[in-house]
């Protein structure tokens, strides 16, 4: 008989196409569905022969949640790692207690926004609750199975009381590789030129301020040049055709990322990729070494077309250094996606129009519209707490503006989810635009993942307004 402890990897079923991870849930906006990061950053701690390992994927894989109750039980899993979300809430916490009510053993870690902040009440609240990821690029969940001392990034129940080990800012880590084999769901990303295509993780967090996102509160971190390195032969060996650099701001350790990109150029590493990045933090060496590396898009927070709200909110550039780092990777021949947060506080339907102006200006290839949320730990909750925007029981939200949280204090939910959806039919439905997407695209692989995200942005923004 195996003595190895059984450990369950779970993104549990939903009603929409969720995205959980990263501190960061939301509705997908279109078909895209990346693999959850938490889960398979944790999946590079775990190891045959201790562990048997079980990856489930329920919004990937499409497992309903009577099938899913019906494998947990048949795996009987010791553990669980799961992700929960904001967005997801209501239908997460049911799905999980009753896991834990058929499966009473069962020790349960969950990673996702909903629990980052509050951590007394959530245990109080969720008694299936063990144990609560708050940094899932550290080990933490292990160093608690495995009776280790070392725990950062956890906080979990201790007879009565509740243990908090924070993680801090670290060096390099030389991080094993993750097990992205055992997430066999159906993964795309709408700028993907070929399938299947893999999520990588070179660094976690970001150190910039913008006091309206979650990742400025996180501790950063990345990975070494070698550990990373170790990943992408392993997927170039493994059949992936097609990268996500899921880095909140990729290129920001210079050096690594350097040593990386040199070494996939060197090496005709031959897959294209696409990540995150900053205008401030990308120069015209950078992009080129970038392009020669196999970069296909990058996507940027562009967020306001005004310097005020840039000032504010401590993004830290202007509207200046954007129009520049559009033009440079433009050149390049990189393309661009302007991420835009719509419905800040005190916002005017003027200054959203002026937002869906400043994409069209700036060239981007594909903007997308988020409509803000006061996520847990943010300065940007205690501001919209303070106008009283919010109540401060607040849970459940979506970034994607599906479902609008708060009004601005000028602008009504309503209004907002109406100026959303604006803005996605003045950027797309441009005849020109549509013409200039069509002719660049490549290969069949794309021509099916452009049709199939259009419609799914058409059916969002006519069947649910
Ligand atoms: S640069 Fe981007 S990821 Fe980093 S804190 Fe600002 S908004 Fe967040």
């Not at 402890?5 to 939903?14: C, D, E, S």
């Not at 988020?370 to 919209?384: D, G, H, I, Q, Y």
Request: hydrophobic share 40%; charged share 25%; aromatic share 12%.
């Amino acid at each position: 008989m195996s003595l190895a402890k059984r450990i369950l990897f779970l993104n549990p079923p939903g009603k929409k196409i969720y995205i959980r991870d990263y501190y960061c849930s939301k509705v997908s906006k279109a078909y895209y569905l990346p693999q959850p990061v938490d889960l398979l950053m944790q999946s590079a701690f775990f190891n045959k022969p201790d562990y048997n390992i079980l990856v489930m994927d329920c919004i990937a894989e499409k497992i309903s949640e009577t099938d899913a109750h019906k494998k947990i039980k048949s795996f009987n899993p010791n553990y669980i790692i799961g992700q929960i979300g904001s967005v997801s809430l209501i239908e997460d916490r049911l799905f999980y207690s009753t896991i834990k009510k058929e499966n009473p053993n069962v020790i349960m870690a969950c990673s996702g926004d909903a629990f980052l902040e509050k951590h007394p009440e959530k245990f109080q609240k969720y008694d299936w609750l063990d144990a609560i990821i708050t940094n899932f690029f550290k080990d933490g969940f292990k160093q608690l199975i495995e009776g280790g001392e070392d725990i950062e990034g956890l906080v979990y129940r201790q007879d009565s009381a509740f243990i908090t080990k924070n993680s801090k800012r670290s060096k390099p880590i030389d991080m094993a590789v993750p097990k992205q084999h055992l997430f066999r769901g159906n993964y795309r990303m709408p700028f993907a030129n070929a399938l299947p295509m893999a999520t990588v993780l070179t660094n976690y967090a970001c150190p910039y301020p913008c006091t309206f996102c979650i990742m400025s509160t996180l501790p950063y971190t990345t990975r070494t040049a070698a550990s990373i390195i170790a990943e992408l032969k392993e997927l170039k060996v493994n059949g992936y055709k097609f990268l996500y650099f899921s880095d909140q701001t990729f290129f920001q350790s210079k050096t690594i990322t350097n040593e990386v990109l040199e070494w996939m150029v060197e090496e005709d590493y031959g897959l294209s990729w696409m990540c995150f990045s900053r205008v401030d933090v990308l120069n015209e060496k950078e992009l080129k070494l970038m392009k020669t590396a196999g970069c296909t898009l990058i996507m940027f927070g562009v967020e306001w077309a005004e310097d005020d709200l840039l000032t504010h909110y401590k993004k830290h550039y202007t509207t200046k250094q954007i129009e520049t780092t559009f033009a440079l990777s433009k050149k390049m021949g990189i393309k661009r996606l302007g991420t835009f947060l719509i419905g800040v506080p005190g916002q005017s339907r003027e200054s959203i129009l002026n937002t869906i102006e400043f994409a069209k200006k700036i060239e981007a290839d594909y903007a997308s519209f988020n409509v803000a949320v006061p996520r847990s730990n943010t300065s940007f909750r205690t501001e919209a707490l303070a106008k009283g925007l919010i109540d401060d029981s607040l849970e459940v939200m979506d970034q994607s503006g599906n479902e609008v949280t708060i009004g601005t204090g000028v602008l009504s939910r309503n209004e907002l989810k109406q100026l959303k959806n604006k803005a996605y039919r003045s950027f797309y439905f441009r005849p020109q635009y549509i013409w200039e997407r069509l002719i660049s695209l490549r290969n069949w692989t794309e021509l099916k993942i452009h049709s199939k995200e259009g419609f799914y942005v058409l059916k969002g923004l006519f069947l649910k307004s």
